[in-house]
């Protein structure tokens, strides 16, 4: 289902200057033990960025996903750009979420960061549903302007691959002003967000007992701890050695 969408992002990726990064060993890809699934990631190395990665899982007409994250070099306190769109075929359901998931929840910061993001939402309405999230919360690193939406195959195959290009590119275009003007956030600051953002993420995402389910629990641990959220692993054993970030 986001083959199409995958191939945007990584030629959006590599217009930019990206360059692929190899993937801890064992994770770059994974087909579950029943073989009814496979994982892949890509990590990229990208100008402006400290890190960028990309995952798609593909699990037939049961599930099939599509999952990014940017962290933005930490001199620059622009929000993170977040993707995670599943498709669940059998029932012909949607969830998509894109997002500029901000560092902190204060009006200066999503008036410098946020009017492309804005601008979006009203250009598609049927991806900007004030739906209830069960697992996170919304006014920790979510803006008030994220597309979301739980649908159906309308919007899966109509505005989906229009909001993705044009949210794709009013990231770009937030990092080009970024990186033009002074972070009003502290680099020591930022770095302690973004890493508080991987501990937050990996102790309310959804994904684990799924990945659990296709994958075992030993590899979806090294998963989570090592490619998807490593900065959780940093952040506690800095706290704990009572280390400044
Ligand atoms: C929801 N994301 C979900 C769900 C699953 C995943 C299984 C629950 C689906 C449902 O509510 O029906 C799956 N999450 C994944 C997978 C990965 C992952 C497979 O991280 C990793 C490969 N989630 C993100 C990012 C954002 C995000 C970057 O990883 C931000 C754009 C958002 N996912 C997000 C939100 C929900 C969700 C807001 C709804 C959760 C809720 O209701 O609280």
């Known amino acids: 289902?986001?083959?199409?969408?995958?191939?945007?992002?990584?030629?959006?990726?590599?217009?930019?200057g990206g360059k692929s990064l190899a993937v801890p060993e064992g994770l770059a890809e994974c087909v579950s033990q029943k073989g009814d699934g496979v994982i892949k990631s890509w990590l990229w190395n990208v100008p402006g960025f400290r890190r960028w990665r990309v995952t798609r899982l593909d699990a037939g007409e049961s599930l099939q996903v599509l999952?990014?994250?940017?962290?933005?070099?930490?001199?620059?306190?622009?929000?993170?750009?977040?993707?995670d769109l599943l498709w669940f075929g059998k029932r012909c359901k949607l969830v998509a979420v894109l997002d500029f998931q901000p560092l902190v929840q204060d009006e200066a910061y999503f008036a410098r960061h946020f009017q492309g993001l804005q601008s979006l939402r009203t250009q598609f309405p049927d991806l900007s549903s004030d739906g209830a999230m069960r697992s996170f919360d919304p006014n920790q690193y979510f803006s008030p302007w994220l597309l979301f939406c739980r649908g159906g195959l309308e919007e899966a195959k109509g505005s989906l691959p229009l909001a993705f290009n044009a949210f794709l590119e009013c990231y770009w275009e937030l990092?080009?002003?970024?990186?033009?003007?002074?972070?009003?956030?502290?680099?020591?600051?930022v770095k302690k967000l973004q890493l508080e953002y991987d501990v937050y993420s990996s102790e309310r995402d959804p994904a684990h007992g799924l990945f659990s389910s296709y994958f075992g629990k030993q590899w979806s641990d090294r998963f989570l701890n090592e490619?998807?959220?490593?900065?959780?692993?940093?952040?506690?054993s800095s706290s704990s050695m009572n280390l400044e970030l």
Do not use: C
Request: charged residues 20%; proline residues 7%; hydrophobic residues 30%.
């Open 175 to 189: 990092q080009e002003k970024s990186s033009q003007r002074p972070s009003r956030i502290a680099y020591d600051q």
């Open 67 to 83: 999952n990014s994250v940017a962290y933005p070099q930490y001199s620059n306190d622009q929000p993170l750009m977040g993707i």
């Open 1 to 16: 289902m986001f083959d199409s969408l995958l191939d945007v992002l990584h030629g959006s990726i590599r217009d930019r």
């Open 227 to 236: 490619f998807l959220f490593p900065g959780s692993n940093l952040e506690r």
